[in-house]
């Protein structure tokens, strides 16, 4: 049988599909250009690679790639575009000719109607949090977004800032695809966002003053869920800080800024999400939103056990009784884990935050499974404020059947309470304080909601 080759494009481009992240490990420069669903396998270009593929908006034939990347004081040699190219078209990542309609900023969540706009933010109640400097949401994520003027206004004062030897061209990749767009990320080094200095503080904060940050970094850690009767604020709780109590001496926030009165007030850059109308319940049967709503109002109005993950557990099973194990849960976590960092070793180092997080959660998860520690590890205070803040701002709600999110909730908890026995010498920084939020990070940086059993 004869392999059938995909054509190059005439006016190459990467699809809006593909996620391209610039990671930097120690002095090399790679660029990893991760498919839309987060188990396909990855394609790692070298910078010049990327180079040359940063031009590829559409609008370049395959000779004038090559000129552009000359502009840039890279010369590729005779055939290599072709064949970078070639590879990427036998992936299907490739289109052909300019996006029919660049992406705005006013258009990437703007509210459909004057209801929308004028829908009212209720905040999480009783909650207060102070962030503790230690750099550890720069450290967790690929993609922190960054709008266009944002980009301008940093590269402005790029010799004030220490980069390294990127170009300050090369400091930001669009969000998706190759085309530049009215949202872009900034490059990942040794870990942590490339503004992120030795002593774990902001560069751009410090250099250029507070009013420099982006805005999504501004409203992190607060994220918003629009369920069709008002805005839920709440936090992600991916942080130590949002889960640690703090003296009555310390300025604390509360989970929304008390200027953020309605739809029309929250940034684009902040996290908004809205609720779908249809909710995924018990394997293919769905529900419209208000039965959730309803369903986590009157979880509110109950006194909450002592011991959450196990109530958790037994909420699914009595939304859908299954004789699922949560010992076979617990493997199911750890197996994800452990081959998710085996993949990202490939351009990660072992000493990443992130990294150090994967094969914490999956020594953590296997041990609860095989020693049932599920069942005798002590509960921990924040896990009633963890649920409390995910429960209000319906966080995750729809992605999975409601009775798996239980599940899969009760696990975290679960292997967040061993995770404070096997706590080690690489897990003794500050961001590493409340497992929760580590756990809660690394799983939804990676889009890892696991459910498959390895035996």
């Given at each position: 049988?004869?392999?059938?080759?995909?054509?190059?494009?005439?006016?190459?481009?990467?699809?809006?599909?593909?996620?391209?992240?610039?990671?930097?490990?120690g002095?090399t420069?790679?660029?990893v250009?991760?498919?839309?669903?987060?188990a396909?396998?990855v394609?790692?270009?070298?910078?010049?690679?990327?180079?040359?593929l940063?031009?590829?908006d559409?609008t370049?034939?395959?000779?004038?790639l090559?000129?552009a990347?000359?502009?840039r004081g890279?010369?590729?040699?005779?055939?290599t575009?072709?064949g970078l190219?070639?590879?990427?078209a036998?992936?299907?990542?490739?289109?052909?000719?300019p996006p029919?309609?660049?992406?705005?900023?006013?258009?990437?969540?703007?509210?459909?109607?004057?209801?929308?706009a004028?829908?009212?933010?209720?905040?999480?109640?009783?909650?207060?949090?102070?962030?503790?400097?230690?750099?550890?949401?720069?450290?967790?994520?690929?993609s922190?977004?960054?709008?266009?003027?944002?980009v301008?206004r940093?590269?402005?004062?790029r010799s004030?800032?220490p980069?390294?030897?990127?170009?300050?061209?090369?400091?930001?990749?669009?969000?998706?695809?190759?085309?530049?767009?009215?949202l872009?990320v900034?490059t990942?080094?040794?870990?942590?966002?490339?503004?992120?200095e030795e002593?774990r503080r902001?560069?751009?904060?410090?250099?250029?003053?507070?009013?420099?940050?982006?805005?999504?970094?501004?409203?992190?850690p607060?994220?918003?869920m629009?369920?069709?009767?008002?805005?839920?604020?709440s936090?992600?709780?991916?942080?130590?800080?949002?889960?640690r109590v703090q003296?009555p001496?310390?300025a604390t926030?509360?989970?929304?800024?008390?200027?953020?009165?309605?739809?029309?007030d929250?940034?684009a850059?902040?996290?908004l999400?809205?609720?779908p109308?249809?909710i995924?319940?018990?394997?293919?049967?769905?529900?419209?939103r208000?039965?959730?709503?309803?369903?986590?109002a009157?979880?509110?109005?109950?006194?909450?056990?002592?011991?959450?993950?196990?109530?958790?557990?037994?909420l699914a099973t009595?939304?859908?009784?299954?004789?699922?194990?949560?010992a076979s849960a617990?493997?199911?976590?750890?197996?994800?884990?452990e081959r998710q960092?085996?993949?990202?070793g490939?351009?990660?180092?072992?000493?990443?935050?992130?990294?150090?997080?994967?094969?914490w959660?999956?020594?953590a998860?296997?041990l609860?499974a095989?020693?049932?520690?599920?069942?005798?590890?002590?509960?921990?205070?924040?896990e009633a404020?963890?649920?409390?803040?995910?429960?209000?701002a319906?966080?995750?709600?729809?992605?999975?059947?409601?009775s798996?999110?239980?599940?899969?909730?009760?696990?975290?908890?679960?292997?967040?309470?061993?995770m404070?026995?096997?706590?080690?010498?690489?897990?003794?920084?500050?961001?590493?304080?409340?497992p929760?939020?580590?756990?809660?990070?690394?799983?939804r940086?990676?889009?890892?909601p696991?459910?498959r059993?390895?035996?």
């Amino acid at each position: 049988m004869v392999a059938v080759t995909a054509p190059i494009p005439k006016f190459p481009r990467l699809t809006e599909q593909v996620l391209a992240r610039q990671y930097i490990r120690g002095s090399t420069v790679q660029v990893v250009l991760h498919p839309a669903a987060p188990a396909d396998d990855v394609l790692i270009l070298g910078r010049e690679a990327w180079i040359v593929l940063s031009a590829a908006d559409g609008t370049r034939t395959v000779e004038g790639l090559e000129l552009a990347a000359r502009a840039r004081g890279v010369r590729p040699r005779a055939g290599t575009v072709q064949g970078l190219l070639a590879a990427l078209a036998e992936c299907g990542l490739l289109a052909d000719g300019p996006p029919t309609e660049l992406e705005e900023l006013s258009a990437v969540r703007a509210p459909s109607t004057h209801a929308e706009a004028s829908r009212r933010v209720v905040a999480l109640p009783d909650y207060r949090w102070a962030c503790d400097g230690q750099g550890a949401c720069c450290s967790w994520f690929a993609s922190v977004l960054v709008t266009r003027e944002e980009v301008f206004r940093i590269r402005a004062h790029r010799s004030e800032l220490p980069l390294g030897t990127l170009a300050s061209e090369e400091l930001f990749l669009p969000r998706r695809g190759s085309v530049p767009q009215a949202l872009h990320v900034p490059t990942v080094r040794d870990g942590a966002c490339c503004f992120l200095e030795e002593d774990r503080r902001c560069g751009v904060h410090r250099r250029l003053g507070a009013g420099a940050k982006p805005e999504g970094c501004h409203q992190y850690p607060t994220c918003f869920m629009d369920d069709g009767v008002e805005i839920r604020a709440s936090v992600r709780t991916e942080c130590a800080c949002t889960l640690r109590v703090q003296p009555p001496d310390v300025a604390t926030l509360g989970a929304a800024d008390e200027r953020v009165r309605t739809r029309a007030d929250i940034p684009a850059t902040a996290a908004l999400d809205v609720l779908p109308e249809t909710i995924p319940w018990v394997g293919e049967a769905v529900v419209d939103r208000s039965v959730l709503r309803e369903w986590i109002a009157a979880r509110f109005r109950e006194a909450w056990p002592s011991d959450l993950a196990g109530w958790l557990w037994q909420l699914a099973t009595g939304l859908e009784p299954r004789s699922e194990s949560p010992a076979s849960a617990l493997r199911s976590l750890s197996f994800d884990c452990e081959r998710q960092a085996r993949r990202e070793g490939a351009w990660r180092g072992a000493s990443e935050p992130s990294m150090i997080g994967l094969q914490w959660i999956a020594e953590a998860a296997l041990l609860a499974a095989e020693v049932e520690a599920w069942d005798t590890v002590p509960v921990h205070p924040s896990e009633a404020l963890y649920l409390r803040a995910a429960w209000w701002a319906y966080v995750d709600a729809g992605a999975r059947p409601w009775s798996a999110w239980l599940r899969q909730r009760a696990v975290r908890i679960w292997v967040a309470r061993v995770m404070h026995r096997v706590r080690g010498d690489a897990q003794r920084h500050a961001m590493f304080d409340e497992p929760l939020t580590v756990v809660d990070a690394v799983l939804r940086s990676r889009g890892l909601p696991f459910g498959r059993d390895p035996s």
